[in-house]
């Protein structure tokens, strides 16, 4: 093994003392070795510079997505497909804590040799990345009535600058953390829980900013997208994804204050940023109630829409709905993956988006003119987007065998092979029929309007390959169940996915093939997994079930 550099020593020096700051005899060992202490808190972490380098330091991976574009697509080439059949586990960390009926949704950051992952039931920690070892954990004291959060107890991770962690909280709070001990320097509430409140989705740092959503658009809530101040948490701008009575957008809704403010339109999944552009692009979920439309008729905006944010203020610059009316509970809580492509000989700014309508979209990340729309399962819901850029809908759900309320795909994250010019996607093929009922409102409980009725006999996944610049399926790897598992690829031509039998994989990326597997044991959930370099050696990491495990090739 390489010697350790001299800032992989002070950051482990670093969090080892943070594991002892609760100790009794840390008084005495600050007195002994204060020189030692004052090396320690001297590395400042990175800074919006950094984050935005992306990919550029393969030992990192400081955001969600490993950078800004959502691409999740590592230059790291040592694992290819020639070797990638001798990738074997070096260490498990166990967390101890699971979310029932879901998974491990997780992305860990890394930097300089340290893991900081979160888990379910908002437990965090602080992970040596050379051996799994723990070097803090974090649990939060969460009260007893949640309301969303009870029902989908995960978290996707943090958000991170300078030794800032920031994570949000199923009470529905943001938290600011010292990464060097887990300490909490600030705690800000971002909406009342007992509503139907929850906050499940990893932050988006910015320059000068921590942007997060909000879950639980399945109460009576109104959705929103913050701006917070790192330093001190104080809110610096709101985005409302449901309008006000006559703000743009509520003329498609009924003319009835109490309909708009609990529309619904939760955003808990993050989003992408443009710098050149200075604007962030964030996904919104269902209108409230999610099967009963009678009550708001129009199109409900800004529900199901890909909204497009100024990263200064928050002001609208434009908005796609994918699913007007929505019926089915379609949330558009995707990861929205930007790219400059030739488009029809031009070069084009786009966003794309693999929908849980069933829809492949690319957009104008300028301006959002439609570009592409084409489906990517069976669905039946739809088979074309007219010349307006809206769906022509064939069936509601109320026919029968529609994609079910999970979707075509979900919040799972894609990824982009820029030089094949590939989106890479979790597919669900399943059959539902929809049965709306009228809900009864009463705050901090579920409305979502209907019951659902699945066919289990109709149901698989796969991993899909479409072309972007016409969304066709270039190859196919099929799952026996519908599946959560994210997607990461790699500039080595692979692809890693995983599905609902615990199944990590590696594929060709342009065949197809699958060149290697390893059973976790647990079901892979809402991740996806990273990559990072590690004193020369490349290693893949996955969560699962209630374990994070890392790959590497054998060390020669």
Same mark, same amino acid.
């Given at each position: 093994?390489?010697?350790?550099?001299?800032?992989?020593?002070?950051?482990?020096?670093?969090?080892?003392?943070?594991?002892?700051?609760?100790?009794?005899?840390?008084?005495?060992?600050?007195?002994?070795?204060?020189?030692?202490?004052?090396?320690?808190?001297?590395?400042?972490?990175?800074?919006?510079?950094?984050?935005?380098?992306?990919?550029?330091?393969?030992?990192?991976?400081?955001?969600?997505?490993?950078?800004?574009?959502?691409?999740?697509?590592?230059?790291?080439?040592?694992?290819?497909?020639?070797?990638? *059949?001798?990738?074997?586990?070096? %260490?498990? &960390?166990? !967390?101890?804590?699971?979310?029932?009926?879901? +998974?491990? $949704? =997780?992305? @860990?950051?890394?930097?300089?040799?340290?893991?900081?992952?979160?888990?379910?039931?908002?437990?965090?920690?602080?992970?040596?990345?050379?051996?799994?070892?723990?070097?803090?954990?974090?649990?939060?004291?969460?009260?007893?009535?949640?309301?969303?959060?009870?029902?989908?107890?995960?978290?996707?991770?943090?958000?991170?600058?300078?030794?800032?962690?920031?994570?949000?909280?199923?009470?529905?709070?943001?938290?600011?953390?010292?990464?060097?001990?887990?300490?909490?320097?600030?705690?800000?509430?971002?909406?009342?829980?007992?509503?139907?409140?929850?906050?499940?989705?990893?932050?988006?740092?910015?320059?000068?900013?921590?942007?997060?959503?909000?879950?639980?658009?399945?109460?009576?809530?109104?959705?929103?997208?913050?701006?917070?101040?790192? *330093?001190?948490?104080?809110?610096? %701008?709101? &985005?409302? !994804?449901?309008?006000?009575?006559?703000?743009? +957008?509520? $003329? =498609?809704? @009924?003319?009835?204050?109490?309909?708009?403010?609990?529309?619904?339109?939760?955003?808990?999944?993050?989003?992408?940023?443009?710098?050149?552009?200075?604007?962030?692009?964030?996904?919104?979920?269902?209108?409230?109630?999610?099967?009963?439309?009678?009550?708001?008729?129009?199109?409900?905006?800004?529900?199901?829409?890909?909204?497009?944010?100024?990263?200064?203020?928050?002001?609208?610059?434009?908005?796609?709905?994918?699913?007007?009316?929505?019926?089915?509970?379609?949330?558009?809580?995707?990861?929205?993956?930007?790219?400059?492509?030739?488009?029809?000989?031009?070069?084009?700014?786009?966003?794309?988006?693999?929908?849980?309508?069933?829809?492949?979209?690319?957009?104008?990340?300028?301006?959002?003119?439609?570009?592409?729309?084409?489906?990517?399962?069976?669905?039946?819901?739809?088979?074309?987007?007219?010349?307006?850029?809206?769906?022509?809908?064939?069936?509601?759900?109320?026919?029968?065998?529609?994609?079910?309320?999970?979707?075509?795909?979900?919040?799972?994250?894609?990824?982009?092979?820029?030089?094949?010019?590939?989106?890479y996607l979790t597919a669900r093929e399943t059959c539902a029929t929809f049965v709306p009922e009228e809900p009864s409102l009463v705050p901090g409980q579920a409305s979502f309007g209907g019951v659902i009725f699945i066919d289990p006999e109709q149901g698989s996944g796969a991993l899909r390959a479409l072309d972007v610049q016409t969304g066709e399926l270039r190859w196919e790897f099929t799952y026996p169940s519908p599946t959560f598992g994210g997607v990461l690829t790699t500039a080595a031509g692979l692809v890693f996915a995983g599905d609902h039998e615990g199944n990590f994989m590696a594929f060709?990326?342009?065949?197809?093939?699958?060149?290697?597997?390893?059973?976790?044991?647990?079901?892979?959930?809402?991740?996806?997994?990273?990559?990072?370099?590690?004193?020369?050696?490349?290693?893949?990491?996955?969560?699962?079930?209630?374990?994070?495990?890392?790959?590497?090739?054998?060390?020669?």
């Amino acid at each position: 093994m390489k010697p350790e550099t001299q800032m992989t020593q002070k950051r482990k020096l670093q969090l080892i003392l943070g594991e002892m700051f609760n100790m009794p005899f840390f008084a005495a060992f600050l007195f002994i070795f204060p020189a030692m202490v004052a090396v320690a808190q001297d590395d400042s972490g990175p800074n919006y510079g950094d984050i935005l380098q992306g990919f550029s330091d393969p030992s990192r991976w400081l955001t969600y997505s490993g950078d800004y574009s959502g691409k999740r697509h590592s230059p790291l080439t040592q694992i290819n497909t020639e070797n990638v *059949a001798s990738l074997r586990p070096v %260490w498990t &960390f166990q !967390t101890g804590t699971t979310t029932r009926g879901r +998974g491990f $949704e =997780t992305t @860990p950051l890394v930097d300089d040799g340290v893991l900081y992952v979160t888990g379910s039931n908002n437990y965090a920690w602080a992970i040596d990345a050379r051996t799994g070892r723990r070097f803090w954990q974090y649990r939060r004291n969460l009260p007893e009535d949640l309301t969303y959060g009870a029902s989908a107890p995960v978290n996707r991770g943090f958000g991170m600058l300078g030794n800032s962690l920031f994570m949000v909280t199923l009470d529905a709070h943001l938290l600011a953390f010292d990464r060097r001990n887990g300490d909490i320097l600030w705690d800000v509430e971002l909406a009342d829980y007992r509503v139907g409140y929850a906050a499940t989705g990893a932050p988006l740092v910015i320059d000068g900013m921590v942007i997060t959503g909000v879950s639980g658009g399945e109460y009576a809530t109104r959705g929103f997208i913050d701006a917070y101040d790192p *330093a001190t948490g104080e809110r610096l %701008w709101r &985005f409302n !994804t449901i309008p006000g009575p006559g703000e743009p +957008g509520s $003329e =498609t809704w @009924p003319n009835d204050p109490e309909i708009l403010a609990r529309g619904g339109g939760g955003t808990w999944m993050n989003g992408s940023y443009d710098p050149e552009l200075n604007l962030i692009y964030w996904g919104v979920g269902n209108p409230n109630p999610d099967y009963y439309g009678d009550s708001r008729p129009g199109d409900n905006l800004y529900s199901n829409s890909l909204v497009a944010l100024n990263a200064d203020t928050g002001v609208l610059q434009w908005h796609y709905q994918f699913t007007p009316h929505d019926l089915n509970d379609w949330d558009s809580n995707h990861m929205p993956v930007l790219a400059d492509i030739e488009w029809q000989g031009q070069q084009r700014k786009v966003v794309m988006v693999g929908n849980r309508n069933g829809f492949f979209y690319v957009l104008d990340r300028v301006s959002g003119e439609f570009l592409l729309g084409k489906p990517f399962t069976g669905t039946t819901w739809a088979r074309e987007i007219g010349a307006d850029g809206r769906p022509i809908v064939l069936n509601d759900g109320s026919k029968g065998c529609v994609p079910d309320p999970w979707g075509s795909t979900n919040f799972m994250p894609p990824s982009f092979y820029p030089e094949l010019g590939l989106f890479y996607l979790t597919a669900r093929e399943t059959c539902a029929t929809f049965v709306p009922e009228e809900p009864s409102l009463v705050p901090g409980q579920a409305s979502f309007g209907g019951v659902i009725f699945i066919d289990p006999e109709q149901g698989s996944g796969a991993l899909r390959a479409l072309d972007v610049q016409t969304g066709e399926l270039r190859w196919e790897f099929t799952y026996p169940s519908p599946t959560f598992g994210g997607v990461l690829t790699t500039a080595a031509g692979l692809v890693f996915a995983g599905d609902h039998e615990g199944n990590f994989m590696a594929f060709d990326a342009v065949s197809g093939e699958n060149l290697w597997h390893y059973q976790t044991g647990s079901r892979i959930w809402g991740a996806g997994a990273i990559t990072h370099l590690l004193d020369g050696r490349q290693y893949v990491l996955i969560p699962s079930g209630t374990t994070l495990t890392a790959f590497a090739l054998p060390e020669r």
